[in-house]
């Protein structure tokens, strides 16, 4: 949280190496977003170093968009293997390391590619994931013409990437939801990674009416070495 206009504001450091070592761990339960455990091995190899990466692992790590992991983590390691099937695409896929990823991006190269406007562009992506196929097929002339006159590129190509973007346009999340969700999901490692006893005490108090979830945090609590003692009447009480 950065609110610099108000003064008991808690100013978090969202390139924190502390925090972003710690997800790239996969120790992430009760982290939001993070705590699953297909989650947790993604995390870890995916070893997010910025806000951006964990936004992208949020989108990659779903139905669809999941056949891109391996291609994305082979990316971000070494960012001279990416390669682009038209100069064109290179703004808009090299943050993501030559992935689609979000929704955005789809509407994006349909813009640039093929000269839709942004409301083209987004009705294009509603058929898409509705896989209305009348209308689909209109627009995938319309693109593979588009990308022709605009910028010389054969229908062949053009074929292809349209393709490509129906493929993910029926799963892709858009990049503001999944910000959305890496915010807090940095957030509550921030807290965890910083102070992991307080942390922890409020996520036992908030599941404390599922014995079962209980029971499993406070064995996620003696993992991390925290003690968890009993309750006594020298000790317990109100503050």
């Not at 450091?13 to 761990?25: A, E, M, P, R, S």
């Not at 870890?44 to 992208?56: C, F, G, T």
């Not at 808009?92 to 390391?97: A, C, G, N, S």
């Not at 999340?173 to 910000?179: E, T």
Request: glycine residues 8%; hydrophobic residues 40%.
């Amino acid at each position: 949280y950065n609110d610099h206009t108000d003064p008991d504001a808690v100013l978090i450091d969202y390139n924190d190496k502390k925090v972003l070592d710690y997800i790239g761990t996969g120790r992430t339960e009760g982290v939001f977003q993070l705590e699953s455990a297909g989650m947790k091995n993604f995390m870890k190899e995916l070893k997010p170093q910025s806000l951006e990466d964990i936004i992208a692992g949020i989108s990659l790590y779903r139905p669809g968009p999941m056949d891109f992991i391996p291609q994305y983590i082979k990316g971000k390691n070494n960012p001279e293997s990416v390669t682009y099937d038209t100069p064109l695409l290179k703004p808009i896929l090299e943050p993501t390391y030559g992935c689609i990823v979000y929704q955005e991006q789809v509407m994006q190269i349909t813009s640039v590619l093929a000269g839709f406007s942004l409301g083209q562009a987004d009705i294009l992506r509603r058929a898409m994931g509705k896989k209305k196929a009348k209308e689909l097929d209109s627009m995938r002339e319309a693109f593979i013409d588009g990308a022709q006159q605009k910028h010389g590129i054969s229908p062949q190509l053009s074929s292809e990437i349209f393709a490509l973007l129906q493929h993910f346009a029926g799963y892709g999340f858009n990049k503001s939801h999944s910000a959305a969700y890496a915010l807090v999901a940095y957030q509550t490692a921030y807290l965890k990674a910083h102070w992991p006893a307080e942390f922890m005490a409020a996520f036992l108090t908030s599941v404390i009416s599922d014995s079962e979830k209980l029971s499993w945090y406070i064995s996620v609590c003696r993992s991390m070495g925290l003690k968890i003692l009993p309750p006594d009447v020298n000790e317990s009480g109100r503050s």
